[in-house]
């Protein structure tokens, strides 16, 4: 139990490999646990490209967030990766539940910038398509991309 009210909530995530997130800005020690477990799940997510990409969104807006941007920077981490990296990425529409998030559509605006910066358009599906593989696409004959996606 705890006394201050107003500055403590729990919220219940979905994933269920891990209990309920405590959010308590209550104090900086409190703060600081937070931060550091959200910090270690957005880096630590088994997927290579999700790491990088919300790992470092997380460590540079963290500090600024109140609790319902945490509430939904949790609800970001709770999402599955192959779905939040298609959304992320363009090549599938998320659900409205996911699009009007604000983190998500905060890390989706960097990462079709970037997308839009360091990568061809050639090199890339079209919007709505899943991107190829490149590894065996010569198998398809005429119908395989001209170069493939790497």
């Known amino acids: 139990f705890r006394p201050l009210a107003g500055t403590f909530s729990r919220f219940f995530t979905s994933n269920e490999n891990c209990g309920p ?10 703060k600081r646990r937070l931060f550091n477990r959200l ?11 999700l790491d990088l990409v919300i790992g470092k969104w997380v460590e ?3 500090q600024s967030m109140d609790e319902d941007g945490i509430k939904s920077l949790v609800n970001v981490l709770d999402l599955e990766n192959p779905d939040l ?3 992320l990425t363009g090549q599938e529409q998320p659900p409205d539940a996911i699009s009007t998030n604000s983190v998500f559509s905060a890390v989706q605006e960097k990462v079709m910038n970037n997308l839009g ?19 065996d696409d010569f198998k398809k004959g005429r119908d395989g991309p001209i170069g493939g996606n790497q």
């Open 21 to 30: 997130i405590d959010i308590d800005v209550s104090n900086e020690e409190s």
């Open 39 to 49: 910090r270690y799940r957005s880096k630590q997510r088994g997927f290579l490209e």
């Open 60 to 62: 540079d807006h963290i």
């Open 85 to 87: 990296w298609k959304w």
């Open 117 to 135: 910066k360091h990568a061809a358009p050639e090199s890339r599906a079209a919007a709505g398509h899943p991107w190829l593989r490149g590894w």
